[in-house]
């Protein structure tokens, strides 16, 4: 059976990632009272206690709204990594490399980015890391993609001592405050994109960084794995569920199963956390219709016979359903650099 | 409010003043042969010149200006009072004084006239001086509360007009070195100090046509008019060595802070001349 976490289960420790927005908060004189509205967290964070999901994503959504800047989203994520999260922190900092970096970032998401679920993939010359909702927060989601990426991109500054030549790509359009992911991500940005990801050159993940030891790496991240892990939330078990099912056409009964709860519960759950279970599962299909088309340069047949769907036709019209783009314009964009991920160029001129 | 009845209190006696002038001088007319249509006009007029000049003094900061207007009003409200006594008590055609009293009025009209020349002299200077300012920048416009410069925002606006003007525009854009080091090592307050002392050293460098923004983050945006690009350049290389001959302290530390630049000569679209202007600081 597998694990996970529901939204309004107690699990993230007060004194992490919560404390941290709470903090920020304070400093720039937001009163408790406005932070904490409506998260049931009336006390404020006792040290030792638990916060669930989703009364850490109304204290994030408080936070923001209090303070109203189109910087907040990005100052909270230079505070987040590496985190006070013990071994699995440590981990992180004594990463001899950006493969080992990212690897155990994926390892320990549940610890270390609860709401949001880093997944890396490479292939050829390209290494590419994609966010996906871990607790389902629709409304938050952008802000939540720009702290996180921050955090990962202000990490690899640290760590490695140089700015990595990262590419971005949003599953948004282009926003208004552009400028801060100009300067707080880089340059190379492109909006309209099916995925929240940030690309680099594959070359970047084995170069050796300053002050780096496979020992200490080794012993940090043995630590980290004794601990005993942290249960993902619902949206990012599915997910990986998913993703591992896709060629069996999962259906919701059998998911249920599988996750150890009846289908009226299983819906309920993923209705908590704004979402269900076809939305999930589009949104699996579309990511790995995409990955053959860019990796293994797939036809919609080839696409459409990995999927299990009839005949290229039905997969076709339901890939417009997903993204609302038929996969002539993304393949044709495949050839330009970033093409996959891209919009056609008229809907992408904004970037 | 202290002032105010003061005001009141000099001119209420002004004008009971003229009335023991007149009753001492003259004979009281009897009732039956006041005109009163001549007596509610000139007396109406009186009274409505001491509000005016109540008005004045209360609304406006002393000096020259206010203190013609209101002078030209009071005279205006007294030679309306002489002229308004006058039907009222009979005073000898040979008495001198009442031709005098009634002469305030003319008169009050002349010196309103000399207050409103020198007022207008007045709203000109200073709207040319808000213009200046508005042109100039400086914290007339606090956007970003930690620097109190313009954002990005009103910098795309300014970039916008510019792309209309015919002589030439420099941009340059300012990034300090290693600054997210400042943040995990000193915590973001001392970044927020580091920001505003920057923001500082670089206005205190400027022409007082440039305009100075904080971009995002610890990217400052500098807008040149009128000069070139290479002359641009070599302003931003000037600003940078000031910046670096500064000493900011964190705690006791010293920190060293330098600036690196990129400059452009503004024109085209703002978005693709920043996001282009972007990409070179962050090759640099």
Same mark, same amino acid.
């Given at each position: 059976?597998?694990?996970?976490?529901?939204?309004?289960?107690?699990?993230?420790?007060?004194?992490?990632?919560?404390?941290?927005?709470?903090?920020?908060?304070?400093?720039?004189?937001?009163?408790?009272?406005?932070?904490?509205?409506?998260?049931?967290?009336?006390?404020?964070?006792?040290?030792?206690?638990?916060?669930?999901?989703?009364?850490?994503?109304?204290?994030?959504?408080?936070?923001?709204?209090?303070?109203?800047?189109?910087?907040?989203?990005?100052?909270?994520?230079?505070?987040?990594?590496?985190?006070?999260?013990?071994?699995?922190?440590?981990?992180?900092?004594?990463?001899?490399?950006?493969?080992?970096?990212?690897?155990? &970032?994926?390892?320990?998401? !549940?610890?270390?980015? %609860?709401? @949001? =679920? *880093?997944? #890396?993939?490479?292939?050829?010359?390209? $290494? /590419? &890391?994609?966010?996906?909702? !871990?607790?389902?927060? %629709?409304? @938050? =989601? *952008?802000? #939540?993609?720009?702290?996180?990426?921050? $955090? /990962?991109?202000?990490?690899?500054?640290?760590?490695?001592?140089?700015? @990595?030549?990262?590419?971005?790509?949003?599953?948004?359009?282009?926003?208004?405050?552009?400028?801060?992911?100009?300067?707080?991500?880089?340059?190379?940005?492109?909006?309209?994109?099916?995925?929240?990801?940030?690309?680099?050159?594959?070359?970047?993940?084995?170069?050796?960084?300053?002050?780096?030891?496979?020992?200490?790496?080794?012993?940090?991240?043995?630590?980290?794995?004794?601990?005993?892990?942290?249960?993902?939330?619902?949206?990012?078990?599915?997910?990986?569920?998913?993703?591992?099912?896709?060629?069996?056409?999962?259906?919701?009964?059998?998911?249920?199963?599988?996750?150890?709860?009846?289908?009226?519960?299983?819906?309920?759950?993923?209705?908590?956390?704004?979402?269900?279970?076809?939305?999930?599962?589009?949104?699996?299909?579309?990511?790995?219709?995409?990955?053959?088309?860019?990796?293994?340069?797939?036809?919609?047949?080839?696409?459409?016979?990995?999927?299990?769907?009839?005949?290229?036709?039905?997969?076709?019209?339901?890939?417009?359903?997903?993204?609302?783009?038929?996969?002539?314009?993304?393949?044709?964009?495949?050839?330009?650099?970033?093409?996959?991920?891209?919009?056609?160029?008229?809907?992408?001129?904004?970037? | 409010?202290?002032?105010?009845?003061?005001?009141?209190?000099?001119?209420?006696?002004?004008?009971?003043?003229?009335?023991?002038?007149?009753?001492?001088?003259?004979?009281?007319?009897?009732?039956?042969?006041?005109?009163?249509?001549?007596?509610?006009?000139?007396?109406?007029?009186?009274?409505?010149?001491?509000?005016?000049?109540?008005?004045?003094?209360?609304?406006?900061?002393?000096?020259?200006?206010?203190?013609?207007?209101?002078?030209?009003?009071?005279?205006?409200?007294?030679?309306?009072?002489?002229?308004?006594?006058?039907?009222?008590?009979?005073?000898?055609?040979?008495?001198?004084?009442?031709?005098?009293?009634?002469?305030?009025?003319?008169?009050?009209?002349?010196?309103?006239?000399?207050?409103?020349?020198?007022?207008?002299?007045?709203?000109?200077?200073?709207?040319?001086?808000?213009?200046?300012?508005?042109?100039?920048?400086?914290?007339?416009?606090?956007?970003?509360?930690?620097?109190?410069?313009?954002?990005?925002?009103?910098?795309?606006?300014?970039?916008?007009?510019?792309?209309?003007?015919?002589?030439?525009?420099?941009?340059?854009?300012?990034?300090?070195?290693?600054?997210?080091?400042?943040?995990?090592?000193?915590?973001?307050?001392?970044?927020?100090?580091?920001?505003?002392?920057?923001?500082?050293?670089?206005?205190?460098?400027?022409?007082?046509?440039?305009?100075?923004?904080?971009?995002?983050?610890?990217?400052?945006?500098?807008?040149?008019?009128?000069?070139?690009?290479?002359?641009?350049?070599?302003?931003?290389?000037?600003?940078?060595?000031?910046?670096?001959?500064?000493?900011?302290?964190?705690?006791?530390?010293?920190?060293?802070?330098?600036?690196?630049?990129?400059?452009?000569?503004?024109?085209?679209?703002?978005?693709?001349?920043?996001?282009?202007?972007?990409?070179?600081?962050?090759?640099?």
């Amino acid at each position: 059976m597998i694990a996970w976490q529901g939204a309004t289960e107690a699990s993230i420790p007060a004194r992490l990632q919560p404390a941290l927005a709470l903090e920020y908060g304070r400093s720039h004189d937001v009163p408790d009272a406005a932070l904490l509205r409506e998260t049931g967290l009336t006390g404020g964070l006792a040290a030792d206690s638990l916060v669930s999901p989703s009364q850490y994503l109304q204290l994030l959504s408080n936070t923001l709204r209090a303070l109203d800047s189109p910087d907040t989203s990005f100052m909270l994520g230079q505070l987040m990594l590496p985190g006070h999260d013990g071994a699995a922190s440590h981990a992180l900092v004594q990463a001899p490399n950006l493969r080992v970096l990212l690897e155990s &970032l994926c390892r320990f998401h !549940a610890r270390l980015t %609860p709401l @949001l =679920r *880093p997944r #890396l993939e490479t292939w050829g010359d390209v $290494a /590419l &890391l994609y966010w996906v909702d !871990a607790q389902g927060a %629709p409304s @938050l =989601r *952008p802000a #939540l993609v720009e702290m996180h990426m921050t $955090a /990962l991109v202000a990490l690899c500054r640290w760590l490695g001592g140089a700015r @990595l030549p990262w590419r971005f790509c949003f599953n948004r359009g282009a926003p208004r405050h552009v400028e801060q992911h100009q300067v707080h991500l880089g340059a190379e940005l492109r909006f309209g994109c099916q995925l929240d990801a940030m690309l680099v050159d594959a070359a970047w993940l084995d170069r050796p960084w300053p002050r780096a030891s496979e020992m200490a790496s080794r012993l940090a991240l043995q630590a980290a794995d004794a601990e005993p892990p942290r249960t993902p939330g619902l949206p990012a078990a599915l997910y990986d569920y998913l993703l591992e099912h896709v060629r069996e056409s999962p259906t919701l009964e059998r998911s249920a199963s599988d996750f150890g709860v009846s289908p009226a519960t299983f819906k309920r759950q993923l209705l908590r956390h704004h979402t269900h279970f076809q939305g999930e599962l589009d949104q699996v299909r579309t990511h790995v219709a995409l990955w053959l088309f860019q990796v293994r340069r797939a036809d919609n047949e080839e696409v459409a016979r990995h999927l299990g769907f009839h005949d290229a036709a039905n997969f076709r019209r339901s890939f417009k359903r997903w993204t609302g783009l038929t996969p002539g314009p993304i393949r044709a964009a495949i050839d330009g650099e970033l093409g996959w991920l891209s919009s056609p160029p008229g809907a992408a001129a904004g970037a | 409010m202290n002032l105010v009845i003061r005001h009141l209190t000099v001119l209420v006696g002004l004008l009971l003043g003229f009335a023991l002038v007149f009753v001492g001088g003259g004979t009281a007319i009897p009732l039956s042969e006041w005109d009163g249509m001549d007596i509610v006009s000139e007396g109406g007029t009186a009274l409505l010149a001491a509000i005016w000049c109540m008005i004045v003094l209360c609304s406006r900061p002393d000096g020259r200006v206010t203190r013609l207007l209101a002078g030209g009003l009071a005279c205006i409200m007294l030679g309306s009072w002489a002229d308004c006594l006058d039907e009222v008590f009979d005073i000898g055609k040979v008495a001198l004084w009442d031709n005098v009293l009634e002469a305030l009025l003319p008169l009050g009209m002349l010196i309103l006239t000399a207050g409103m020349v020198y007022w207008r002299h007045e709203q000109a200077n200073l709207s040319e001086h808000l213009r200046k300012r508005e042109r100039l920048f400086r914290s007339h416009r606090p956007f970003d509360r930690i620097t109190q410069l313009a954002d990005a925002a009103y910098l795309r606006e300014q970039l916008r007009r510019e792309r209309r003007n015919e002589q030439p525009c420099a941009l340059v854009l300012f990034d300090i070195d290693d600054f997210h080091r400042i943040n995990r090592e000193h915590g973001q307050a001392e970044g927020d100090r580091a920001l505003q002392a920057v923001a500082h050293m670089l206005l205190l460098n400027l022409r007082n046509d440039d305009l100075l923004c904080r971009y995002a983050g610890e990217r400052f945006a500098v807008l040149m008019p009128g000069l070139t690009q290479q002359q641009g350049d070599d302003a931003a290389r000037h600003l940078c060595r000031m910046v670096s001959s500064m000493r900011h302290h964190a705690g006791s530390r010293r920190v060293p802070v330098t600036l690196r630049h990129g400059c452009a000569s503004a024109g085209g679209a703002p978005d693709a001349l920043l996001a282009a202007l972007c990409r070179q600081m962050d090759a640099a």
